[in-house]
């Protein structure tokens, strides 16, 4: 099995991910980071969804999600589509903040989870992830 493309970020990116089932995750804050690091390194952004996790359960809100590669004519050179990706990438991400409460639709989407985390101590902020993926030319 190959590494995921994202594997290829930074180390100091990277560490903020959590990594299961070979797809990286990070925090919604921590996305503008995540997309301005892969189009430094000449990767596509391709988007990703909303996801609970916990230490019990990985869930997606597929409804809540970006899709940078769109409306992107694959005829383009690849440095042009790196770079609509990210920005189609930071306009999306801007727009859901504004627009979407995460907490709400983890918490409607995945009740027992939440329920079970928070009966543990745990705080709802901690499971709300964005899983995001990137790709190369190569």
Known sequence: MTD????RLPAD??????????????????????IAAARALGLRNIGGQLQIRTPDA????????????QLIPPVLPW??????AANISLQALAE???EVD???EIREAFPGPVEQLL???????????????VDAED
């Open 13 to 34: 990116i990277l560490a903020k991910a959590d990594l299961r089932h070979s797809e990286y995750a990070w925090r919604v804050d921590n996305l503008p980071d995540v």
């Open 79 to 84: 440095e042009a589509q790196v770079e609509m």
């Open 119 to 133: 009966a543990n101590g745990g705080r709802l902020e901690d499971a709300i992830w964005f899983v995001w993926y």
């Open 58 to 69: 990985i869930g997606e809100c597929d409804w809540i999600d970006i899709d940078a590669c």
């Open 4 to 7: 995921p493309v994202e594997s």
């Open 102 to 104: 995460f907490a709400a």
């Open 96 to 98: 859901l903040k504004a």
